[in-house]
């Protein structure tokens, strides 16, 4: 149980266009999903917090504008780099938890490894 | 602010045998919870092991055990009989009641695992 679906998994685009990325919850319902970025051999540094039906909360120095967030649903959250550039090139992973259980543990997908070109 | 610090950037252990990784953390709370993930070469985050900074317990997963040190803010997880699937980066974590559950993650320690 517990298994989080992220997609693509891999994309390469040219410099200027918009790039979005899914985190789906298979098999439970998730209020809350989490983005990190992880550079190469560098530990997940968290960009934004999203509940189901309200607006993410982002990081300090997280663009919003920049990486937008929508979680319109219990199983979907999704993260849109717009107009992106070489120096967004990273490692994208999501975390789903469940519902109403803070004490849950974040169950992660398998991230997405996105370069602009 | 809360940080976790992994001081050992790489670890290596033969198989078999046993291997600790270190962790310390720094927070004024009382109320919070650590955690510790692999990362293999897939990059996909598995949890290993989750402690309760309430329970005095040290906890205990198969072949992965913590030694939690509340008061000496440190949380070192220890692999026993090591595979060489347990080869992966591992990071450490933790989240307290006030932060909606955010985690924060240490740097993390890249385990090798020889024959």
């Known amino acids: 149980g517990a298994v989080v679906s992220q997609h693509p998994s891999w994309v390469i685009c040219k410099s200027g266009t918009s790039v979005k990325i899914e985190c789906r919850s298979l098999d439970f319902q998730a209020t809350t999903m989490f983005w990190y970025r992880q550079f190469p051999k560098q530990s997940l540094m968290l960009m934004a917090t999203?509940?189901?039906?309200?607006?993410?909360?982002?990081e300090q120095g997280v663009e919003k504008d920049k990486f937008l967030i929508n979680h319109a649903s219990l199983t979907l959250s999704t993260l849109t780099v717009t107009s992106a550039h070489p120096e967004d090139s990273s490692f994208y992973i999501c975390s789903a938890q469940g519902a109403g259980t803070f004490n849950q543990p974040q169950h992660f997908g398998d991230g997405t490894r996105l370069s602009i070109l | 602010a809360q940080t976790v610090t992994q001081s050992q950037p790489e670890m290596s252990v033969q198989e078999a045998e046993t291997v600790t990784l270190s962790c310390t953390y720094d927070t004024s709370e009382s109320d919070y919870y650590l955690f510790w993930y692999k990362q293999p070469p897939s990059r996909q985050m598995i949890l290993v092991i989750r402690?309760?900074?309430?329970?005095?317990q040290n906890a205990t997963e198969n072949r992965f055990s913590v030694n939690f040190q509340k008061a000496a803010k440190s949380f070192s997880l220890k692999i026993s009989d090591s595979q060489l699937g347990d080869a992966a980066m591992y990071f450490c974590?933790?989240?307290?009641?006030?932060?909606?559950?955010?985690?924060?993650f240490g740097t993390g320690t890249r385990l090798q695992v020889t024959l």
């Open positions: 402690q309760e900074a309430y329970k005095q």
């Open positions: 974590a933790y989240t307290y009641t006030g932060t909606a559950s955010k985690l924060t």
């Open positions: 999203s509940n189901e039906g309200s607006k993410a909360t982002y």
